[in-house]
């Protein structure tokens, strides 16, 4: 059988309200992307690359840090 739904909070909620036996195993496969879909955000992505100014030096080994907090890695 097949169900649709959506991730929420981490967890998958099926379409419907519809339960799924507790301990069910089951198998999740995201929809696949059209390769245009995969080229357009690449470019958008791309137009941004290389344009952040006074970032902290430490910024790529220490972005959990800048982003959420947590101590900084030495």
């Known amino acids: 059988m097949t169900w649709k739904g ?3 909070g981490g ?3 099926v ?3 519809e339960l799924l036996p507790e301990g069910a195993e ?3 496969e995201l929809p ?3 390769a245009s879909a ?3 955000l690449r470019a958008t992505l791309l ?7 006074r970032l902290p030096p430490d910024l790529a080994e220490n972005h959990d840090y800048y982003i959420h907090g947590v ?3 030495k």
């Open 71 to 73: 101590a900084r890695k």
């Open 15 to 17: 379409e419907n309200g």
């Open 11 to 13: 967890v998958v909620v």
């Open 38 to 40: 995969v080229k357009s």
């Open 32 to 34: 696949r992307r059209s």
């Open 47 to 53: 137009r941004h690359a290389g344009k952040g100014r």
């Open 6 to 8: 959506r991730v929420l």
């Open 26 to 28: 089951v198998r999740v």
